[in-house]
């Protein structure tokens, strides 16, 4: 994954520390199957819980906005599926 997301204007004053995390989660769910994405999510969530990172509703919304830029239709939706499913977990 190209780090240019990082430096959208949307994100410019999100914590570099942050964005360094999304990158990283990124590139370890490369490849990985649409069942293989939620739990580790999920674990990627508690983790970052658990040290103290977290995220507030005006920054998952705009690094969402991000990624969905220039996406398909479809992949947009599937990006929708993945935020809801982790909204009903929680």
Do not use: C, H, Y
């Not at 240019?4 to 914590?15: A, S, Y």
């Not at 999510?41 to 970052?48: D, H, I, K, N, V």
């Not at 977290?54 to 830029?69: G, H, M, Q, W, Y």
Request: proline share 6%; no cysteine; glycine share 6%.
């Amino acid at each position: 994954m190209d780090k240019n997301w990082q430096n959208d204007p949307k994100l410019k004053n999100m914590d570099r520390s942050k964005l360094e995390m999304l990158q990283s989660l990124a590139e370890q769910g490369n490849g990985k199957s649409p069942s293989d994405m939620l739990p580790f999510l999920m674990s990627a969530a508690a983790q970052g819980k658990n040290s103290g990172l977290n995220f507030s509703p005006d920054e998952i919304s705009a690094v969402l906005e991000v990624l969905k830029a220039g996406k398909s239709p479809a992949e947009t939706a599937k990006i929708d599926r993945i935020v809801s499913l982790m909204r009903l977990i929680r």
